[in-house]
Antibody, heavy 119, light 108 residues
Framework: EVQLVESGGGLVQPGGSLRLSCEVS????????MNWVRQAPGKGLEWVAN????????YYVDSVKGRFTISRDNAKKSLYLQMNSLRVEDTAVYYC????????????WGHGTLVTVSS | EVVLTQSPATLSLSPGERATLSCRAS??????LAWYQQKPGQAPRLLIY???NRATGVPARFSGSGSGTDFTLTISSLEPEDFALYYC??????????FGQGTRLDIK
């Protein structure tokens, strides 16, 4: 059974940092592109970043470029999102999602982890 | 960036009725459009990818059609568990992948 489990969310002040993790099981992690997608409270979905299976390519939405870093450890079957210089508008549930097609079909999602940026 | 506009914002129907949800893209996305279902407190679920391909385990009452800039998700006969939020998403021109703002399907 495919499972993705996020952790690391919490309350952080503006300007602070947080590192999210996503541990996966039930599939060969090292062969799939992986993504982070977020959802602000009561709002729609926003794709944040993705990473190639070998970690050699990474892409970001403009609003997080230079502040967030996506990475992965294939040996640990884990995906990460390092978030620096956090802003109030980064408040959201952050989901990790597997990419079915290596280019934007998100077929399995974790349950999400809530990040709240507030003073 | 490709902007996706979904309509209507809310659709109120009864179980057994047919639902038609629309998604319009600001530029052609070819066939590279997907649909997701989201229920309260849950993660999104992939229903349809590349316009008309049902994801694993998705019932046959869900179907997708369209191309270019206009797409439709059809639920042929609504079941009680189908009342949820629905999002479209394009993967034609990325980054970024973009989502529509969602259509809420309510029980009438």
């Amino acid at each position: 059974e495919v499972q993705l489990v996020e952790s690391g969310g919490g309350l952080v002040q503006p300007g602070g940092s947080l590192r999210l993790s996503c541990e996966v099981s039930g599939f060969t992690f090292s062969t799939f592109w992986m993504n982070w997608v977020r959802q602000a409270p009561g709002k729609g979905l926003e794709w944040v970043a993705n990473i190639k299976p070998d970690g050699g390519e990474k892409y970001y939405v403009d609003s997080v470029k230079g502040r967030f870093t996506i990475s992965r450890d294939n040996a640990k079957k884990s995906l990460y999102l390092q978030m620096n210089s956090l802003r109030v508008e980064d408040t959201a549930v952050y989901y990790c999602a597997r990419d079915l097609s290596a280019a934007g079909n998100f077929d399995f999602w974790g349950h999400g982890t809530l990040v709240t940026v507030s003073s | 960036e490709v902007v996706l506009t979904q309509s209507p914002a809310t659709l109120s129907l009864s179980p057994g009725e047919r639902a038609t949800l629309s998604c319009r893209a600001s530029q052609s996305v070819g066939i590279f459009l997907a649909w997701y279902q989201q229920k309260p407190g849950q993660a999104p679920r992939l229903l349809i990818y590349d316009t008309s391909n049902r994801a694993t385990g998705v019932p046959a009452r869900f179907s997708g059609s369209g191309s270019g800039t206009d797409f439709t998700l059809t639920i042929s006969s609504l079941e009680p568990e189908d009342f949820a939020l629905y999002y479209c998403q394009q993967r034609s021109d990325w980054p970024p992948f973009t989502f529509g703002q969602g259509t809420r399907l309510d029980i009438k």
